[in-house]
């Protein structure tokens, strides 16, 4: 039978932990993956404010949500990988899409939940609390998997995700991701102008290193298309990538952008245009990735 009540039993808890330095090239550990956890419970209450849901943001989802549309059959079984307030999984259900929606952070759950009660779509949103990383536990068959703004940045293992999505999704199913990659000349130039030249260089880091948010800390994973699609490739085909937020600055930056909107209006359209070109599709402040199940 499909659902999460099928969910697996054996699931180790956490044990609590605090922020802290991490040795170069290490993947997040337990401890830090509840660090990421409380930083993002930190910000669910208004996530879809301007920090979680600005016009910068909301351009980069509708990219995310016509891909997905375009790659899966009509009705078809969804499988969102951390949907933080549930903006994308409603979205779908009112394309006639079935989706379970999954986050690590309890309270995002819980606002993703109260989305879909309150538009009355509780029967094609199934709402559980699992990360990523917990993935073994469901026990299901989907026709598409996608995640929107990095929650695959924040995973240990994405070796181990690629075996369970390849488990989770039907042959010729396809994964669709928007992961944070490591080249965003915006972010460089944004802070290089302000001297601070350690978070200029964030992205560099190998394994995961600490972004700070609302006094918490999460922490991130960067990678280039490349490296990111090398975990996936034994089971899965590339069928493309994209640059997302390459001329157009950060969502960070949505100020810029509100000062600025005709001038941006057009880094955006060089952004549909050139997004996609060799080369400029290994930077920006996200790239939008497209795998197929073979
Ligand atoms: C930047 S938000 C994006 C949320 C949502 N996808 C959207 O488009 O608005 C990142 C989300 O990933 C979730 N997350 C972080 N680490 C995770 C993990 N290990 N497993 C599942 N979700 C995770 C966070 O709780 C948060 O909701």
């Excluded at 949907?83 to 999954?102: K, Q």
């Excluded at 309270?107 to 109260?114: F, G, I, K, N, Y």
């Amino acid at each position: 039978m499909r659902g999460l009540h099928k969910l697996r039993p054996g699931h180790r808890a956490v044990p609590a932990g605090s922020a802290r330095q991490h040795p170069r090239h290490s993947p997040p550990d337990e401890a830090q993956l509840l660090d990421t956890q409380r930083a993002f419970d930190s910000v669910a209450a208004d996530y879809d404010g301007p920090r979680g849901n600005n016009e910068l943001i909301q351009r980069m989802r509708l990219i995310l949500w016509d891909t997905v549309h375009s790659v899966v059959p009509p009705g078809a079984r969804l499988l969102d990988l951390g949907c933080g307030t549930g903006i994308d999984a409603l979205e779908f259900a009112r394309r006639g899409f079935h989706v379970v929606a999954t986050d690590w952070s309890p309270l995002m759950v819980e606002r993703t939940r109260a989305r879909a009660a309150a538009a009355a779509m509780q029967s094609r949103v199934t709402v559980a609390h699992l990360g990523i990383q917990q993935l073994a536990r469901l026990d299901d068959e989907f026709d598409g998997i996608y995640s929107n703004f990095g929650p695959l940045n924040c995973v240990p293992d994405l070796g181990a995700v690629a075996t369970e999505c390849a488990r989770l999704l039907r042959p010729g199913g396809s994964l669709v991701f928007s992961v944070m990659g490591r080249i965003c000349p915006w972010e460089l130039g944004h802070y290089a102008l302000r001297g601070r030249f350690k978070r200029a260089g964030v992205r560099a880091a190998r394994g995961a290193t600490a972004v700070g948010m609302n006094r918490h800390t999460i922490w991130t994973c960067y990678y280039l298309p490349r490296e990111f699609y090398r975990a996936f490739s034994g089971q899965f085909s590339l069928q493309g990538y994209r640059a997302l937020g390459l001329f157009l600055p950060p969502p960070y930056l949505v100020d810029y952008y509100r000062r600025r909107r005709r001038w941006c209006e057009r880094l955006g359209r060089l952004d549909d245009r050139l997004g996609a070109l060799p080369l400029l599709r290994d930077m920006g402040d996200h790239f939008l990735i497209v795998l197929r199940r073979r």
